[in-house]
């Protein structure tokens, strides 16, 4: 990731403690599989998204 570092930890201090963060891969509208790298996004016909990136029209895939 290219964040800066202070954020960096906190998102990684965040992931430690179990919280579920904002990203493609658990998000409902995520076409590919949790583990994918990269995976279709309804929002974004044809393209495709990182897994691991953040999403803005997160909701947690059942």
Known sequence: MNLPLPRYD????LAARGAVLATSGNA???????????GGCTLFAGKQVAGAGFCSAWA???
């Open 10 to 13: 906190f998102l990684m201090t």
């Open 28 to 38: 409902v509208l995520y076409q590919g599989k949790t583990t994918d790298r990269f």
């Open 60 to 62: 947690r895939k059942a």
